[in-house]
């Protein structure tokens, strides 16, 4: 099991840039599989990027590509998630997710993960 602790939520103009970042407790993050989800005021949470455990795999929903980045670095025990061009439709509270890995495999769903951050806020104003 790993716990998870997001940071680098905040207030950004429409735009900008913002990088989230997913800390990991334990010794075996480099086996889990991660991801981020968004989930905004009245909607449900959606699926936002994954990465595979070695970090070589990695896709993102239609509505960021080419916006977001997400990567990791295995000795930190930290998965990031880079926002640029954001906009007012991003706004959100962003989770990272880790499920244990399996190959190249991502995952794309909210169930198929296991341990889940507490969520930051992120809000993109006009």
């Known amino acids: 099991q790993v716990q998870l602790v997001e940071s680098g939520g905040g207030l950004v103009q429409a735009g900008g840039s913002l990088r989230l970042s997913c800390a990991a407790s334990?010794?075996?993050?480099?086996?889990?599989?991660m991801g981020w989800f968004r989930q905004a005021p009245g909607k449900e949470r959606e699926f936002v990027a994954a990465?595979?455990?070695?970090?070589?795999?990695?896709d993102y929903a239609d509505s960021v590509k080419g916006r977001f980045t997400i990567s990791r670095d295995n000795a930190k025990n930290t998965v990031y998630l880079q926002m640029n061009s954001l906009k007012p439709a991003d706004t959100a509270v962003y989770y990272c997710?880790?499920?244990?890995?399996?190959?190249?495999?991502?995952?794309?769903?909210?169930?198929?993960?296991?341990?889940w951050g507490q969520g930051t806020q992120v809000t993109v104003s006009k």
């Open positions: 997710a880790a499920t244990i890995g399996y190959g190249a495999i991502i995952y794309y769903e909210d169930y198929e993960y296991t341990n």
């Open positions: 334990g010794r075996t993050f480099s086996s889990y599989a």
């Open positions: 990465i595979s455990m070695s970090g070589r795999t990695t």
